[in-house]
């Protein structure tokens, strides 16, 4: 779709600015009802395509991107911009910089519409946990579209963007890729700088696009990498064109299938899906390898500990005295009655939800004096064996396959008072985020349900900084399925 948009803007068929405003048009008709958007930036995105359109009318040539309109999850900072990862206690927080993602879309003149829903502060899975509201699923209203990034995801899925950023801890661009039948990657940690991205789990967070298409995926990730001084975590790597390597050919790529996320799929839809892939990946000439990886089933009890506690530490900061809100009980300008330490109570108190609550405290807990040793680095010990565990596969294998998600979207509400069975909604997800490698989610079917085809969702993982060989396989695997339903 990009090239399409982009072929009509450089050659003068369409305005940019035209495109921009059929946007607002359509998130206007689509949004109210689906509350994907947390902040629109109209007036600022029409002057922005205006920008491109004259740099076309005195002949230059514009970049892929230049014009075209796409989304940023809000919890990435934009100057000047309203910024609250959808938690009260940002709720008046204005950005003085931007995240280096952000600026280099702007660089190449992307128009960015607006800044996204999400669970709060990126914790969970169905974008029901934000301080402003749930975004609901596009197909179906009363379904959740996934999580975190589920703001951005039914934005692309709704096509009020056409491409969106999302953040990816334990599965949050992933998932709500698949619930939403939309493609998803999480790049290799630090592929992508993480400066300006509002931390949530240092070590696992990773910044990556949304799009309807994997040549539109290509093309973004593209623009997002590259080596950044203020990020000590983001590799010093030359830049690659994902776009212009994108290859059908993929006979003889090694897929393989792990025995342990295919023992038990709970939901027997997601399985025939998932089996019926894996077919396809043979009829496009690909070896399939069963594999095992044997420190999986730790994989989900490991990230809820160490995710926890690095959120523990990096929310301290909102404290009340540094950023957005500050609640106390101050009783009038002559006579302050409150302490400091009331001051970040009564703050985080307030601001801060339920689900962000509950972490924290787990957090804390895994981190204190007399339990550190036997949650949080018994954790990163069992991370190193899950690393080992992939190492040795890739050895034998180009990339791994597996669902990305346990089932379908499921209803808004269904898992609110059940924190353990929501957390099993990253089962596939989070071992890509502990070991470090990248992962990409593709439609490969859908589950009737309520007369409504929901979409399914496929992953593949790929070895670290080989995002090129999952964009193929993604590549041959989106032709293959457009072939097959003419």
Known sequence: MIRELHAKIQSGERKAADIAHEYFVRIAERDPELHAYLTLRESQAIREAEAVDAAVARGASIDLLAGIPGAVKDNLVMTGERTTAASKILDNYVASYSATAITKLRERQAVILGKTNLDEFAMGASTENSGYGPTRHPLDPSRVPGGSSGGSAVAVAADMAVFALGSDTGGSIRQPAAFCGVYGLKPTYGRVSRSGLIAMASSLDQIGPFARTVDDIAIVLSRLIGPDSSDATAANRP????????????????????????????????????????????????????????????????????????????????????????????????????????????????????????????????????????????????????????????????????????????????????????????????????????????????????????????????????????????????????????
Not at 319 to 325: A, F, S
Not at 350 to 370: C, D, F, N, Q
């Open 239 to 486: 830049p690659e064109a994902f776009e212009e390597k994108l290859s059908l050919d993929v006979r003889g790529k090694r897929i393989g299938i792990p025995r342990e996320y295919f023992e038990d799929i709970p939901d027997a839809r997601v399985r025939a899906a998932s089996e019926q892939a894996i077919e396809t990946f043979r009829s496009l000439g690909c070896d399939i390898v069963p594999i095992a990886l044997p420190h999986s089933r730790f994989a989900l009890p490991v990230y809820y500990i160490i995710q926890p506690s690095e959120t523990s530490s990096n929310l301290a900061r909102f404290d009340g005295i540094r950023y957005g809100l500050s609640v106390n009980d101050q009783k009038d300008s002559f006579e302050r009655t409150s302490t400091l330490l009331e001051t970040y109570l009564d703050t985080r108190k307030v601001g801060l939800g339920p689900e962000v609550k509950r972490r924290i405290m787990l957090g804390t807990y895994a981190l204190s004096s007399g339990y550190y040793d036997a949650y949080y680095k018994k954790a990163q010990a069992v991370r190193s064996l899950l690393r080992q565990d992939f190492q040795a596969a890739f050895g034998v294998v180009d990339a791994i396959f597996c669902p990305t998600a346990p089932e379908p979207a499921f209803k808004i509400g269904a898992k609110a008072d059940d924190p353990l069975t929501m957390y099993f909604s990253d089962i596939y997800t989070v071992t890509a985020n502990l070991v470090g490698v990248p992962g990409i989610s593709f439609p490969i079917g859908t589950a009737a349900e309520d007369g409504i085809a929901l979409p399914l969702g496929g992953q593949l993982m790929g070895k670290w900084f080989e995002e090129q060989t999952i964009l193929d396989l993604a590549y041959a695997f989106e032709k293959a399925a457009k072939r097959a339903t003419l």
